[in-house]
């Protein structure tokens, strides 16, 4: 009962009002120390609560054979949809994880009470303190955690690491994170002054002829070119309003479509290279010339060609990228519908 000082202390706090409430209700009596001792079996990671005893690979082997081999396999493989004990290293970060004593679990002691209060399943603590040291060191042998010759008692018991226990750790949440969202939060009149960076007019409304560029760059120089923000934006807004504008039905029907590119694509602020090269700015790029990518050697030979991706070239590269580019390592088929890369092309288009 040391474990549990608190918990202790509440017991004797019952005992002691127990003549008062056997008065009033004539019910219950404290736990007899026994019973106490039987319900407190758990097991601490410093060794707390152990037996003494001890077990050997050996005869861990044995009763694993007889006892846990029907449900969990003779190697801790496991038999049909039971769970498997030994196995699974180096799976953790995989989709499809599997978590074993070995591979997953912190602590010995979690198995030493595991196997001692719950199994084997449907005939919970029939094993002996002996033979649940045996069983654990032959679970151990299983994990490659320990060699054949092994023997676990209570003694050696805090020495065996299981090879997880480093990626876990307490819970520090209170010291290292609480502080920082526990701030003061502003409400009101929070930033001095509001500048603008940036405007929310669609990307390439904006055609790419030079006067346009000119008005373009002059509405970013700004104050040093006598110019104010708003007169520069409007007529931007004018010469827009002369040519025609990229569809914007057409642009959300091609981001759409560009779900088949998703997967290997990335396009926006902060797009990086994923299993194909981001395709910011695209449209006028030369081939293959992203830096840090890795192109097919197909691809490299289009970049030394001169290939630069338009919207002709583009559209046949994606009505059949292997035919286009042979050698390409692009595996996509290619769009069946011209619709389609029309739309991609003009979604493409917004991406500088
Ligand atoms: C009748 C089938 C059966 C037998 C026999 C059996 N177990 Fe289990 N075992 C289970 C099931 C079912 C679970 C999962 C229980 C749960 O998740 O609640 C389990 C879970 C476990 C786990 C935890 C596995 C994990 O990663 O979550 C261990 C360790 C274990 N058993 C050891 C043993 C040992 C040692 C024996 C023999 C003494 C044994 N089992 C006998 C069915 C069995
Ligand atoms: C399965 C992954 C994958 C998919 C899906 C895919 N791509 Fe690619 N893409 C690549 C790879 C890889 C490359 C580089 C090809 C090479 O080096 O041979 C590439 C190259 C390109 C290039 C040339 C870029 C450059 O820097 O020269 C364009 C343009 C492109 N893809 C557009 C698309 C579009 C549009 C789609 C959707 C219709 C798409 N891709 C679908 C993987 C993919």
Known sequence: MSKFPELAAVALAVALAGPAAAQSFDLGRPATEAEVAAWDIDIRP??????????????????????????????????????????????????????????????????????????????????????????????????????????????????????????????????????????????????????????AAVVDVTPDDAAARERREAAAAGADAGVTETDAAEEVVEAAAEEPAVDPQLVADGEKAFAKCRACHQ??????????????????RLAGSIEGFRYSRAFQEAHDEGLTWTEETLAEFLAKPRTYIKGTKMSFAGFRQDEDIDAVIAYLSTFE
């Open 267 to 284: 396009v926006g602020e902060g797009a990086k290279n994923r299993s194909g090269p981001h395709l910011n700015g695209v449209i006028g």
């Open 46 to 199: 410093d060794g707390m609560g152990l037996p003494e005893g001890s077990g050997d690979v050996w005869t861990g082997e044995e009763l694993y054979v007889d006892l846990c081999a029907s449900c969990h396999g003779d190697f801790g493989e496991a038999r049909g949809r039971w769970p498997v004990l030994a196995g699974g290293d180096g799976t953790l970060t995989d989709d499809r994880p599997v978590k074993t004593i070995g591979s997953y679990w912190p602590y010995l002691s979690t198995v030493w009470d595991y196997v001692h209060r719950a199994m084997p399943f449907g005939q919970a603590q029939m094993l002996t303190d002996d033979e649940v040291y045996a069983i654990t060191a032959y679970l151990l042998y299983l994990n490659y955690i320990v060699e054949d010759d092994f023997t676990l008692s209570h003694e050696n018991f805090t020495e065996v690491r299981l090879p997880n226990e480093e990626n876990f750790f307490l819970d520090d949440r209170a010291e290292a994170e609480l502080a920082a969202f526990s701030d003061e939060v502003c409400m009101t009149d929070c930033k001095d002054a509001v500048e603008i960076t940036a405007r």
